[in-house]
């Protein structure tokens, strides 16, 4: 199947619409670009254009990224710094941008998600319950000592 071609500006109007839908990284928005073969310049013109006009905005996207993936998916710290790291996000904009999670809501979050996978193990003894709990809330990113803490005042 023949790709079909476009213009600069319909190129140009694709990629504001792609970050209007949601915010974007820079890494996104490139990745984008490659899928209709622009030269440098092009991609330099479209970059800035967006930048410009505050369509792509890194801060605005680490922020928004930080609270979805706390309040929506319930992901810890850890899990979310990795994944902005691979999206090509500086670690002083994360670490700066990591305020988006209200401490109390963390601690409450742990809390919650270890309450709730804890009751839903069966047939085990406390400590392989207890075990199995504290990896999946590892596993969704939350801090080894945080879990620690936070269930040692449960028990």
Known sequence: MEKKSYTFDEIKQKIVNYCVYQDR????VEQKMRDFLLIPEAKDE???YLIKENYL???RFTRSYIRGKFY???WGRTKIKMNLKMKGI???LISNSMDEIDESDYEKTVVKLY???????????EYQKKSKTIKHLLSKGYEYEIIINLINIED
Do not use: D, P, V
């Open 57 to 59: 905005n890194e801060e």
């Open 25 to 28: 990284c820079h890494a996104e």
């Open 46 to 48: 479209i970059f800035l």
């Open 72 to 74: 929506i998916k319930h």
């Open 115 to 125: 309450q709730n996978y804890f009751s839903s193990q069966k047939g085990l003894q």
């Open 90 to 92: 500086n670690e002083k």
